[in-house]
């Protein structure tokens, strides 16, 4: 299923005090870790995702990946686009970059994904109804913002 076919769930933005070149260096770093832990990849695995263990090439770029993300686009300085799978969804984030006025970056995080059958209806209710995704992708945002400075 391709990324527009996805239905659009939400979108969270920041400004960062930071070149676009420094913001997508703090986007890689901190996309990395924050994917990259052991309790991570457990979970991943629990939940039959299609990728489940970093691979691929580093830095980040398309054809790397991690517990749950696949890079499936990566142009420097502007877009990184995620994608996944598992038994209850197919999903994709998607931040992009653009220049906010000198010294300064607006990073956007955009999130699409389909939930199907019942299991996928109830998995939708515990991340995204409870507002633990949007949670996750602002401290996401956050932690990429005092990265990139």
Known sequence: MGISALPYVDEHATVVDA???????????TVERSFSRPGTAAYARLIGSADSRVSGPRPLAEGSAFPGF???????????????????????????LEPAG?????????????FPGLLGGLYRRLVIGTGGHAAGVRRLLAAVGRRSR
């Open 70 to 96: 696949r890079v499936t686009a990566a142009v420097p300085g502007r877009e990184l686009v995620l994608e996944g799978r598992h038994r209850f969804s197919t999903y994709a984030l998607i931040f992009r």
């Open 102 to 114: 000198p010294g300064r970056s607006r990073l956007c995080a955009e999130t699409r994904a389909v």
């Open 19 to 29: 070149e676009t070149d420094g913001v997508w260096r703090g986007l890689g770093e």
